[in-house]
């Protein structure tokens, strides 16, 4: 069964601390893995897309990698606007119409 | 470009009424999808479609019903609403084929009373 899991399911930085976030996945061959942020009361903005292990995406202060089994999120210098939850979702080669996310992991950024 | 659009924000039903939620987009996207967010359960997927007149089940459809007559629209129908139903609603579209993202809704959040 394709299953996505991520952890933590909060975390809490001060303002300019490093961390990462991960996406551990089991799927029936991966098309793609995608990262999503999501602001309260909004819908998810599309982040990263990852196809193959090894691969790498940067944006500002985050830099999304892929192994064979998880994905990590990881975030540079964090500033308070980066608070929100952050999405992890699969599309599998075999069920390729339909997408399976995580329960997301809520990040809050203290100045 | 308005991406994709949701009506209404908010909605709140009395158990046994129905409705119908509203999903546009304006990407000329083949692929559209229904997610319910729920605390602790992540997105769900409830219905999809690959193209007007073309639709398949997610991994939760009990209790709702689609259609997709053209490529723009794709709305979801409560027919007989439950308290279980409450929860928040996204719409989601993407180009069909191969490994490319969805581009989300801004959500409908529906109380069942």
């Known amino acids: 069964e394709d299953q996505v899991t991520q952890s933590p399911e909060a975390l809490r930085l001060q303002e300019g601390e490093s961390s990462s976030l991960n996406c551990s996945y089991t799927?029936?061959?991966?098309?793609?893995l995608f990262w999503y942020r999501q602001d309260p009361g909004k819908g998810p903005e599309f982040l990263f897309t990852?196809?193959?292990a090894g691969e790498e995406k940067e944006k500002e202060r985050l830099k999304a990698t892929l192994t064979k089994k998880e994905s990590f999120l990881h975030i540079t210098a964090p500033k308070p606007e980066d608070s929100a939850t952050y999405l992890c979702a699969v599309q599998a080669s075999v069920t390729g119409n339909q997408f399976y996310f995580g329960t997301g992991t809520s990040l809050t950024v203290i100045p | 470009n308005a991406g994709v659009t949701q009506t209404p924000k908010f909605q709140v039903l009395k158990t046994g009424q129905s409705m119908t939620l509203q999903c546009a987009q304006d990407?000329?996207?083949?692929?559209m999808s229904w997610y319910r967010q729920d605390p602790g359960m992540g997105l769900r997927l409830i219905h999809y479609?690959?193209?007007?007149?073309?639709?398949d089940q997610g991994e939760v459809p009990n209790g709702y019903n689609v259609s997709r007559s053209t490529t723009e629209d794709f709305p979801l129908r409560l027919l007989s609403a439950a308290p279980s139903q409450t929860s928040v609603y996204f719409c989601?579209?993407?180009?069909?084929?191969?490994?490319?993202?969805?581009?989300f809704g801004p959500g409908t959040r529906l109380t069942v009373t």
């Open positions: 799927v029936s061959g991966l098309r793609g």
């Open positions: 990407m000329n996207h083949e692929y």
């Open positions: 990852l196809y193959s």
């Open positions: 479609s690959v193209g007007a007149g073309i639709t």
């Open positions: 989601a579209s993407r180009v069909t084929t191969g490994a490319y993202e969805q581009y």
